[in-house]
């Protein structure tokens, strides 16, 4: 249990954070729809409810992600992140053909809703919440992407950076953007349907925040079925070839792959070296050079095989 606990502290922040905010956010909006029947305001209860048990289970994958080799499992736990991802999207999916369902059907028998400002403060709370949440997803995007960024910069920044966070802040960076969009297009709609005969307009916000909710689906499904078979991860491929080639005694890179396993990073090499090195120097270059490659951020395991250079250059991306 102590175990568990201390696994449960390393877990991603964010995610954590997001969980919270969002269950908080979505018993506010159901208390309001059950007040004035808005559809709108059911398609982001739903929503937020959504989002809430999915970043809840992103938290508790990050976690587990953690967790040291055992002998059952020598390779470690870094992909249960991405298992654990794609079990969540399965609760959003759900959520997201109700709300889709319930905006059809609004459209079909338009009805006027009640409580306007009642609606429209709710709202407007949860874009603050979300929008300030999705402040910190985009500064922690910025740290784990090494970009730099600092104050406002962070914004556009981790609109381009987003690829190169880990699992559980990427997802929590769509959903809380589809969540802050989804509460002014709800806004927005209320509006509409107050002020004008067009009551349906709920009813295609609603349908458009379903949609918005699948999209988010789709991107976390293929990334994360992705990063549970193992997907080779080329920049940090890259990255770790230019500091190989950078060591004196290395003369090429025979082969080398770079598997992204939930957050962590598993490097294999065979590298080409002088023959005539003893067997005491290549175990030198050995431990040289995997201290520096486990110095780089997210690698967990490095393997470094030898062979003698055979003067033929095979790696395309020397420098």
């Given at each position: 249990?102590?175990?568990?606990?201390?696994?449960?502290?390393?877990?991603?922040?964010?995610?954590?954070?997001?969980?919270?905010?969002?269950?908080?956010?979505?018993?506010?909006?159901?208390?309001?729809?059950?007040?004035?029947?808005?559809?709108?305001?059911?398609?982001?209860?739903?929503?937020?409810?959504?989002?809430?048990?999915?970043?809840?289970?992103?938290?508790?994958?990050?976690?587990?992600?953690?967790?040291?080799?055992?002998?059952?499992?020598?390779?470690?736990?870094?992909r249960?992140?991405?298992?654990?991802?794609?079990?969540?999207?399965?609760?959003?999916?759900i959520?997201?053909?109700?709300?889709?369902?319930?905006?059809?059907?609004?459209?079909?028998?338009?009805?006027?809703?009640?409580?306007?400002?009642?609606?429209?403060?709710?709202?407007?709370?949860?874009?603050i919440?979300?929008?300030?949440?999705?402040?910190?997803?985009?500064?922690?995007?910025?740290?784990?992407?090494?970009?730099?960024?600092?104050?406002?910069?962070?914004?556009?920044?981790?609109?381009?950076?987003?690829?190169?966070?880990?699992?559980?802040?990427?997802?929590?960076?769509?959903?809380?953007?589809?969540?802050?969009?989804?509460?002014?297009?709800?806004?927005?709609?209320?509006?509409?349907?107050?002020?004008?005969p067009?009551?349906q307009?709920?009813?295609?916000?609603?349908?458009?925040?379903?949609?918005?909710?699948?999209?988010?689906?789709?991107?976390?499904?293929?990334?994360?079925?992705?990063?549970?078979?193992?997907?080779?991860?080329?920049?940090?491929?890259?990255?770790?070839?230019?500091?190989l080639?950078?060591?004196?005694?290395?003369?090429?890179?025979?082969?080398?792959?770079?598997?992204?396993?939930?957050?962590?990073?598993?490097?294999?090499?065979?590298?080409?070296?002088?023959?005539?090195?003893?067997?005491?120097?290549?175990?030198?270059?050995?431990?040289?050079?995997?201290?520096?490659?486990?110095?780089?951020?997210?690698?967990?395991?490095?393997?470094?095989?030898?062979?003698?250079d055979?003067?033929?250059?095979?790696?395309?991306n020397?420098?």
């Amino acid at each position: 249990m102590k175990e568990y606990l201390g696994l449960l502290r390393q877990g991603s922040k964010s995610a954590g954070l997001a969980a919270i905010v969002n269950f908080i956010i979505a018993l506010v909006k159901g208390g309001a729809f059950l007040l004035t029947g808005n559809v709108a305001m059911f398609a982001e209860t739903l929503h937020s409810f959504g989002d809430s048990a999915n970043q809840f289970f992103v938290y508790v994958g990050s976690a587990l992600s953690k967790k040291a080799p055992t002998e059952r499992f020598p390779g470690g736990f870094g992909r249960a992140v991405n298992l654990v991802l794609l079990g969540a999207v399965l609760i959003v999916g759900i959520l997201a053909y109700e709300t889709i369902r319930e905006g059809i059907a609004h459209l079909a028998h338009p009805s006027e809703s009640e409580g306007l400002w009642l609606s429209i403060s709710v709202l407007a709370l949860s874009c603050i919440l979300e929008g300030y949440v999705l402040l910190k997803v985009m500064r922690e995007i910025a740290h784990e992407s090494d970009s730099g960024a600092t104050g406002l910069a962070v914004i556009p920044k981790s609109f381009s950076d987003v690829g190169r966070a880990k699992p559980a802040t990427k997802l929590v960076f769509m959903e809380d953007l589809v969540a802050t969009s989804g509460a002014l297009i709800a806004i927005i709609a209320i509006l509409i349907a107050s002020y004008t005969p067009f009551h349906q307009a709920e009813g295609i916000a609603s349908i458009v925040i379903g949609a918005m909710m699948f999209l988010v689906v789709g991107r976390v499904f293929l990334d994360n079925a992705a990063g549970v078979i193992g997907e080779a991860d080329e920049e940090m491929a890259d990255k770790i070839g230019d500091i190989l080639f950078a060591d004196g005694d290395v003369r090429d890179i025979q082969e080398m792959t770079v598997v992204k396993e939930g957050d962590s990073f598993h490097v294999e090499a065979i590298l080409e070296i002088d023959p005539s090195l003893t067997v005491a120097a290549a175990d030198d270059i050995k431990d040289r050079l995997e201290e520096q490659i486990m110095k780089q951020k997210g690698v967990t395991d490095v393997i470094i095989e030898f062979d003698e250079d055979d003067n033929t250059q095979m790696w395309k991306n020397k420098k």
